[in-house]
Nanobody, 123 residues
């Protein structure tokens, strides 16, 4: 059974940084794509980015490029989302998800989801 558990969320000031972790079990990172998504209060869920089975990354929104970086540690079966220069509008619940489809399929290509971790950007 595929399982994903996020951690690392919390309260951070604007301009600050956080690193979120997604620990996966039940599959190997070599076989699945892992995506990061977020849902802000009152808004629909949106894609942040994705790392595919080869380790290549894709970022879904231009405003996150350069601020957010996805990486993975196969030995630790963990995927990270490093977030820098955080802004008020980055406040959201962040989810990781795993899927066997292409990262280009976004959330529609994801089969299993974690429960999310809350990030609050506030002064």
């Amino acid at each position: 059974q595929l399982q994903l558990v996020e951690s690392g969320g919390g309260l951070v000031q604007p301009g600050g940084s956080l690193r979120l972790s997604c620990v996966v079990s039940g599959f190997t990172l070599d076989d699945y794509q892992i995506g990061w998504f977020r849902q802000a209060p009152g808004k629909e869920r949106e894609g942040v980015g994705c790392v595919d089975s080869s380790g290549a990354t894709l970022y879904y929104v231009d405003s996150m490029k350069g601020r957010f970086t996805i990486s993975r540690d196969n030995a630790k079966t963990t995927v990270y989302l490093q977030m820098n220069n955080l802004r008020f509008d980055d406040t959201a619940v962040y989810y990781c998800a795993g899927g066997s489809q292409s990262c280009h399929d976004g959330e529609h290509g994801m089969d299993s989801w974690g429960k999310g971790t809350l990030v609050i950007v506030s002064s």
